[in-house]
């Protein structure tokens, strides 16, 4: 996959509808790593905050929360509401 279908994938992934359900969040939150991880560079510094929902996912399923909370949820779109300014600096940059 070239970097721009795979920026396009991970932009999907930062903006589009997150589950409540812990092992759905999970999944996406992994994904999203990954394609942090492939893109290396300036996309590095998405990574603060993906590791923080992955922690709050982690926590959740640790207990065997089958769902994440009000809260969690509250949080994570917090972060992923940093990501996605972050992700629009770096493609102004990039273009």
């Known amino acids: 996959?070239?970097?721009n279908l795979q920026v396009e994938r991970l932009d999907s992934l930062i903006r589009?509808?997150?589950s409540s359900r812990s092992i759905s969040a999970h999944n996406q939150i992994t994904d999203i790593r990954a394609?942090?991880?492939l893109l290396g560079g300036d996309f590095l510094s998405l990574d603060a905050d993906a590791v923080e929902?992955?922690?709050i996912v982690a926590i959740a399923m640790g207990v065997e929360d089958e769902f994440l909370t009000a809260?969690?949820?509250k949080l994570?779109?917090?972060h992923l509401e940093q990501m996605k300014a972050e992700l629009g600096e770096i493609r102004q940059v990039r273009t």
Do not use: A, R
Request: charged share 20%; no cysteine; glycine share 16%.
């Open 1 to 3: 996959m070239d970097e």
């Open 16 to 18: 589009g509808t997150w």
């Open 35 to 37: 394609l942090i991880g």
């Open 53 to 55: 929902i992955e922690t």
């Open 71 to 73: 809260t969690d949820m």
């Open 76 to 78: 994570i779109g917090q």
